[in-house]
């Protein structure tokens, strides 16, 4: 069966009413009956009494609000968006939609597992108690105590608090190596940080923009808070005349977003930050930026000199002299004209963002492209306004108590991180995971004894994969916490399975791009499957088990307890309500007190187990005169605390700038590059797609074990190939089989390869199926930074 994908996102943009006029999920749910009729596992709706309980989505960092049909209390037979949700408005994803299969599948690990045989041999994984897990894992915890920055904890959440349950406890044992898998928010960080002086993610008030500018964010496929999105796209084109918010969609591939978009300019690969300072360059040159803010609220711009005398160049003099749109147009291949005529439209409509963060942002991205596109922002006015960007807004959650150290954890913080970060080579610090992987097998700069994995994938998630499974070999003990049967969890040594999202308290802060405070609460709705333990208690319980400071560091009873600690901070707050109604547009309200609907910290967390999430929008925006935290208290163009970190150069290393790729691989043996890129019915992150998911799939995205790329047809006529053919793409780091898709939409010499296929752990409907483009994707690290960058890779092909 084909399911338009275009339908499908307007299907779920519509919300609940699209959900219930729409023949589409009729459609699928009855091809999905005849073909899951033989599972045994297949979710059969009970007859009885049914019920609607509210909770918060957990499958990827969205934090929707969705309602969960039980059958007598306890089988849960159907999920939908909550429509008193102000971030999905109602809305839900084809993930979320299907996500009842992820918690009756068959990809679900029962029971604590011990590693008796060979790593990575599910055969000799044997089921051990809760009692012998425990005992294992603090033991070998209690003989690595001496040396504990042997300990590494690897997230694949970027916040929440049961990552910072685990960070607090490599803090309490003295390990300072906790990491986070890649994501774009890292080079935001950094790149707010630099130009504003505070570390922090970025928010977009895209509701309230009349135009938008992508420069390769899918915002419409998976970006961001995935269904908020959806509903801010169904919210564009409810609008008309002087009201209409336009999109622009930057981006070397024909995607989703690029297909909806006003207007799509296709780039060469990589060159985004070249065209947001080729515009940039035009809004100067024809004095059309916000004269106000630039002058006001902003250093850099103009040439400058420092205390000691030096003259510097400024942002405005290097964009006259290098980023004309002659040069720009050679470089991105957008003709002349429409940089002139898109700049125009971008600094005069008004309110304009522009955003970045390819695909769905789980990469890391380039530092400098991402100042580039902010300094954009900046020329228009629009930080900290309105329509523009602002800050991540955090909800007030209370702290809580300081972790406790003792001289064994003292000593073992101050060891030099093992992924370099924050070590001279590398000032600007980070989650450098590329560093960690290439520094394990040397011992470098000390021994990694044991890894602790939550919630990520990195054996089949993490470009040029080989590296992480080369590094396994040299960490004496591997620990899962995950609820599936993963890559990376067969190969752990030791399994502690976790409970689903519909079985276990979790909060989720939503600072995906939101611009208000937004606080989720997951609660358990049904009763664990299997023999699964919160993450949270199992890191209590092992606390307690060590003693000392570490088990000081946890005085609670469990993780339950603990996060209601964290709420009392909500509760006290002047502003904020727990969305209890339909139709909330917080993006209406910036900037407004909300009178809470509660009365102490206990009514709230009794509501927010009954309605799901707690929202404010009082403090979204801070006021401009005090706002910037950086040496001259202003926005930086030209960013000094680049300086202050050490980091030495050129005034050009200072200001946001376009450098060019070094890419892997001689052009002569790899004439053609391959791109990565993410679908939202291709789940790339620590699940994999259930069978519902794969069943969406075009015949020319996946077709039996085959999955295809996408390929220009001159380019394919160039190398004598054709729609279907089977072929071997290889790059400096490896081969993979695949077949060919052609289509217009593929630029020419560009192969597209998606993300998130070719498993070969999970369970049989999604093993061996499709080629995981990880095993082909080189990483590339920008220098400054150390982050991962990659955005493609050369490549040649031939028939297979
Ligand atoms: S967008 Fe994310 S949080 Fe929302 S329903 Fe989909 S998977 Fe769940």
Redesign the pocket.
Known sequence: MKVDRRAFVKLIAGGIGGTLLSPLPWKLADDSAIWSQNWSWRPSPERGEATMVNT?????????G?RVRLINGKRAVR?D?NPNNPL?QG???????T?LQYHYGISRIESPLKQKGTRGEVKTLEPITWDEAVALLAAKLKSLRAQPQGLVCLSGKQNGTVSEFFSRFLEAYGSPNYLTMPAAAQAESLGVFLSQGVRTPLSYDFENARMILSFGADLIE?WG????MMSAFRLWRSKSGSQKTRLVQIETRGSLTASQADEWLAVAPGTEAALALGLAHVIVREKIYDRAFVDNYTHGFDDWTDSQGRRHQGFKSMLLEEYTPARVAEITGVQQEKIVELARNFALTKPALAVSGRGQGKMDGSLYEFLAVLSLNALVGSVHRPGGVSWAVTPPLAPWPKVVQDSTSRNGLRSERLDGSGGPDLPLGGHLLYNFLENVPKGKPYPTKMLWVYEANPAHDLADVNLFVKALEKIDTVVSFSSFMDETTVMADLILPAPTFLERFED?SGDRGLQYAYFGLSRPVLQPRFECRHPGDVLIKLAKMLGGSVAASFPWDNYEEALQARIQGLAAAPSGRVADEPGLQPWSHLGERLAPNYGSADELWEMLQEHGCWYDTSQSMPSLSSAFKTPSGKFEFYCQALKEAGVTGSDSTYLPHYQPADLPGGKEEYPYLLMPYEVMIIENGPLANQPFMTKMLFDFELKGRDSFVEINPKTAKEVGLREGDRVELTTAIGSVKVRLHLTESARPGVIFIPLGLGHSAFDRYIRGKGANANEVLAVLQEPLTGLASWWGTPVKISRA
């Open positions: 918060v989505c957990q499958l990827c960092p969205g934090g929707c969705i999920l968006g999905n809305g839900i994803c084809p993930l979320g939609a996500g998976g808070a995935p269904c908020r989720v």
